[in-house]
T-cell receptor, first 109, second 118 residues
Framework: AQRVTQPEKLLSVFKGAPVELKCNYS??????LFWYVQYSRQRLQLLLR??SRESIKGFTADLNKGETSFHLKKPFAQEEDSAMYYC???????????FGKGTKLTVNP | GAVVSQHPSRVICKSGTSVKIECRSL??????MFWYRQFPKQSLMLMAT?????????EQGVEKDKFLINHASLTLSTLTVTSAHPEDSSFYIC??????????????FGPGTRLLVL
């Protein structure tokens, strides 16, 4: 079964501190993993995806197939990073995304 | 580029009436469009996958006759909530995947439509 687990509903850090949002997945095959972000009153937007191996807004995520994880990390959190973060997986082109329940990140000044 | 719009942004209707929500890809053609439902402070729940020119594929537990999906063109999909009831009140979000030769195309999301059924 396809499943994405984000164990933390809420995560609060101080500005300048490192942040890690956890994501574990279950999928029989080779999935593509994504992180989506939803800022307050804005639409869901792609933050980064495993296949492109980019670093967006200082965030990175490494796919660990052994641990079936795709944790999102940033070394120095900024207040503007406060948002809802959703981890998601997809099996192949145009296949549906399976979302985790999301983690609300709050970066305090 | 890759903008998806939804109309209306919010709608209030009486119980028993039908409501149509449009999803448009503004600057690209979409092979596939997806419809999600999001309850307050919860994740997105996929309702159905819509491919242009064919019947939508509904997720388990989603009533086909209740949530009618029409994907008339490569830039437009509509979701009609028929005989709406208060429990249908929710935030409905669509997304679209561009036509491309690449694998694992990104989904671009619309801003959502807030439906309130009185």
């Amino acid at each position: 079964a396809q499943r994405v687990t984000q164990p933390e509903k809420l995560l609060s850090v101080f500005k300048g501190a490192p942040v890690e949002l956890k994501c574990n997945y279950s999928y029989s095959g080779s999935p593509e993993l994504f992180w989506y972000v939803q800022y307050s009153r804005q639409r869901l937007q792609l933050l980064l995806r495993h296949i492109s191996r980019e670093s967006i807004k200082g965030f990175t995520a490494d796919l660990n197939k052994g641990e079936t994880s795709f944790h999102l990390k940033k070394p120095f959190a900024q207040e503007e990073d406060s948002a809802m973060y959703y981890c998601a997986l997809s099996g192949r082109k145009s296949e549906k995304l399976v979302f985790g329940k999301g983690t609300k990140l709050t970066v305090n000044p | 580029g890759a903008v998806v719009s939804q109309h209306p942004s919010r709608v209030i209707c009486k119980s028993g009436t039908s409501v149509k929500i449009e999803c448009r890809s503004l600057d690209f053609q979409a092979t596939t469009m997806f419809w999600y439902r999001q309850f307050p402070k919860q994740s997105l729940m996929l309702m159905a996958t819509s491919n242009e020119g064919s019947k939508a594929t509904y997720e388990q537990g989603v009533e086909k006759d209740k949530f009618l999906i029409n994907h008339a063109s490569l830039t437009l999909s509509t979701l009609t909530v028929t005989s709406a009831h208060p429990e249908d009140s929710s935030f409905y979000i669509c997304s679209a995947t561009p036509l491309s030769g690449g694998a694992w195309e990104t989904q671009y999301f619309g801003p959502g439509t807030r439906l309130l059924v009185l």
